[in-house]
């Protein structure tokens, strides 16, 4: 009788946006198919990993809080790996092994793959992996969730934002086949997926780059994948406002599963900060971008990126800023100060704005967002809607939760269980989630 020996345990700590959560179910998927198994404790495990995001200096500050964790771990058990991923790694690159000696392995968010070949190499020595390849997709994923899934539709980004540290981490922009992706989202309903969430750095540039038979547009991939049977819900993130042309709407009315959300990045709303951002839109533009949304899709859910204090930023740049939210009138946006990120242009402008003046702009432009978006959850109130089911919702354990198409989240007593699509009958709303009642009697699934 042979005995085999217990699995090896890793644990996996991931920063930053969808697109790391999603490169951390393929490291997780990879893992699992070499034999290893979670753990939820960094003690027990075997290896330590890390997702990492680089996106703002606070992102960086708490990845170092939580390696010196780690180098506590390796202290008592020093066989314990560690291995840092993603764009932090990449952007500081072998610097990672000078500053940090307990790190036994890291690579770049193109290099997942590369994890497999050190973990299963007898190399005692430490190893980085930090070339770009393009996409390297075609690993296991392990799921969170089994009725949602995300997409990664392309990968890198050509655009030159002057403050944003991505395109040095994740390199030129490739975007995947339009077949191979028709394939994968197939796959992932037959598994039962509902809802796929298709991920891009500037997705609607999306096939500029393939070669001349497989060239195919952003709103070229989102009918094909609409007319795949059991999609029922097609989400992307992020589009660029100079990007967002009217084939995009037009998928938007015409396309059952398309859903009723463009999260849209304005950054700032003055166009002298948006040219030194070299967003390559003006305020007009894309006021001019929103309306063209709106006239075709008057029910549709914008949400926004917004940067405050940007160097130079002046106090009328920023209240056009503020005008450009009150114009709108978005349903939410994710607000940011500005962080000098290394090696970007933005990082080394001049700039005279103190920090204790961005945070005070900061904490004028939340009530407005907040404002709005509550202004907006207001025409939900008294419809019945459809929502996806995720589960229970976190502040009452008696309700369920669940999505709408628009991407709001709904709080509701009812009778389903995750991965349902139900009606519920809006009777709340506040800014960012609304409440309501499932309607029984017409459950679809
Ligand atoms: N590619 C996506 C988003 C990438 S990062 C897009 O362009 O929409 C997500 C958001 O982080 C950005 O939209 C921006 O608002 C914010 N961000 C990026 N770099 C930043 C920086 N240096 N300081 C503050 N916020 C930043
Ligand atoms: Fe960064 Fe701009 Fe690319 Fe978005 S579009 S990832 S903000 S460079
Ligand atoms: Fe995402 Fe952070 Fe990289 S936001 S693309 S993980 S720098």
């Given at each position: 009788?042979s005995?085999?020996?217990?699995?090896?345990?890793?644990?996996?700590?991931?920063?930053?946006?969808?697109?790391?959560?999603?490169?951390?179910?393929?490291?997780?998927?990879?893992?699992?198919s070499?034999?290893?198994?979670?753990?939820?404790?960094?003690?027990?495990?075997?290896?330590?990993?890390?997702?990492?995001?680089s996106?703002?200096?606070?992102?960086?500050?708490?990845?170092?809080?939580?390696?010196?964790?780690?180098?506590?771990?390796?202290?008592?058990?020093?066989?314990?790996?560690?291995?840092?991923?993603?764009?932090?790694?990449?952007?500081?690159?072998?610097?990672?092994?000078?500053?940090?000696?307990?790190?036994?392995?890291?690579?770049?968010?193109?290099?997942?793959?590369?994890?497999?070949?050190?973990?299963?190499?007898?190399?005692?020595?430490?190893?980085?992996?930090?070339?770009?390849?393009?996409?390297?997709?075609?690993l296991?994923?392990?799921?969170?969730?089994?009725?949602?899934?995300?997409?990664?539709?392309?990968?890198?980004?050509?655009?030159?934002?002057?403050?944003?540290?991505?395109?040095?981490?994740?390199?030129r922009?490739?975007?995947?086949?339009?077949?191979?992706?028709?394939?994968?989202?197939?796959?992932l309903?037959?598994?039962?997926?509902?809802?796929?969430?298709?991920?891009?750095?500037?997705?609607?540039?999306?096939?500029?780059?393939?070669?001349?038979?497989?060239?195919?547009?952003?709103?070229?991939?989102?009918?094909?994948?609409?007319?795949?049977?059991?999609?029922?819900?097609l989400?992307?993130?992020?589009?660029?406002?100079?990007?967002?042309?009217?084939?995009?709407?037009?998928?938007h009315?015409?396309?059952?599963?398309?859903?009723?959300?463009?999260?849209?990045?304005?950054?700032?709303?003055?166009?002298s900060?948006?040219?030194?951002?070299?967003?390559?839109?003006?305020?007009?533009?894309?006021?001019?971008?929103?309306?063209?949304?709106r006239?075709?899709?008057?029910?549709?859910?914008?949400?926004?990126?917004?940067?405050?204090?940007?160097?130079?930023?002046?106090?009328a740049?920023?209240?056009?800023?503020?005008?450009v939210?009150?114009?709108?009138?978005?349903?939410?946006?994710f607000?940011?100060?500005?962080?000098p990120?290394?090696g970007?242009?933005?990082?080394?402008?001049?700039?005279?704005?103190?920090?204790?003046?961005?945070?005070?702009r900061?904490?004028r432009?939340?009530?407005?967002?907040?404002?709005?978006?509550?202004?907006?959850?207001?025409?939900?109130?008294?419809?019945?809607?459809?929502?996806?089911?995720?589960?229970?919702?976190?502040?009452?354990?008696?309700?369920?939760?669940?999505?709408?198409?628009?991407?709001?989240v709904?709080?509701?007593?009812?009778?389903?269980?995750?991965?349902?699509?139900?009606?519920?009958?809006?009777?709340?709303?506040?800014?960012?989630?609304?409440?309501?009642?499932?309607?029984l009697?017409?459950?679809?699934?």
């Amino acid at each position: 009788m042979s005995i085999s020996a217990p699995a090896k345990a890793y644990h996996l700590t991931t920063f930053g946006c969808q697109m790391n959560q999603h490169d951390s179910e393929r490291m997780q998927g990879m893992l699992e198919s070499l034999g290893w198994a979670a753990t939820e404790s960094q003690g027990d495990a075997d290896l330590i990993l890390f997702n990492t995001c680089s996106i703002r200096e606070k992102a960086d500050e708490k990845l170092i809080q939580y390696l010196y964790e780690a180098r506590m771990v390796k202290r008592q058990r020093p066989e314990t790996i560690i291995g840092v991923g993603g764009c932090w790694a990449q952007s500081v690159t072998e610097e990672v092994f000078r500053r940090f000696p307990f790190v036994d392995v890291a690579f770049g968010p193109g290099q997942v793959d590369k994890l497999a070949e050190f973990l299963n190499s007898d190399s005692l020595s430490a190893q980085g992996y930090f070339e770009f390849e393009g996409f390297t997709g075609h690993l296991p994923q392990r799921k969170e969730k089994t009725h949602s899934a995300w997409v990664q539709i392309s990968v890198g980004c050509n655009c030159n934002c002057s403050y944003c540290i991505v395109p040095s981490t994740r390199g030129r922009e490739a975007s995947r086949p339009s077949e191979e992706l028709v394939t994968e989202v197939s796959e992932l309903v037959a598994a039962g997926v509902k809802e796929v969430t298709l991920l891009g750095q500037n997705v609607n540039s999306y096939g500029r780059d393939l070669q001349d038979g497989g060239k195919t547009t952003f709103s070229g991939l989102l009918r094909e994948l609409d007319s795949i049977d059991g999609l029922r819900r097609l989400r992307y993130t992020s589009p660029h406002p100079k990007d967002m042309k009217e084939d995009v709407v037009l998928a938007h009315a015409e396309l059952e599963s398309v859903c009723a959300h463009i999260h849209l990045p304005l950054q700032a709303g003055s166009t002298s900060v948006l040219k030194a951002m070299r967003r390559t839109y003006t305020r007009e533009r894309y006021l001019d971008r929103v309306d063209m949304i709106r006239a075709s899709l008057p029910d549709v859910s914008i949400t926004t990126d917004i940067i405050v204090g940007f160097p130079g930023e002046t106090e009328a740049d920023f209240e056009e800023t503020i005008e450009v939210v009150e114009t709108v009138g978005f349903d939410g946006a994710f607000t940011f100060i500005f962080s000098p990120r290394r090696g970007t242009l933005a990082a080394s402008l001049p700039d005279s704005v103190p920090h204790e003046e961005k945070v005070a702009r900061m904490q004028r432009l939340l009530p407005v967002v907040q404002r709005c978006a509550l202004e907006r959850a207001q025409r939900f109130v008294g419809r019945e809607m459809e929502v996806l089911v995720e589960g229970t919702s976190r502040t009452d354990d008696a309700r369920l939760r669940g999505r709408t198409s628009g991407s709001k989240v709904v709080n509701f007593d009812g009778l389903a269980k995750p991965g349902d699509l139900v009606t519920v009958l809006i009777e709340e709303e506040s800014s960012l989630t609304l409440g309501g009642t499932q309607v029984l009697a017409e459950i679809s699934r």
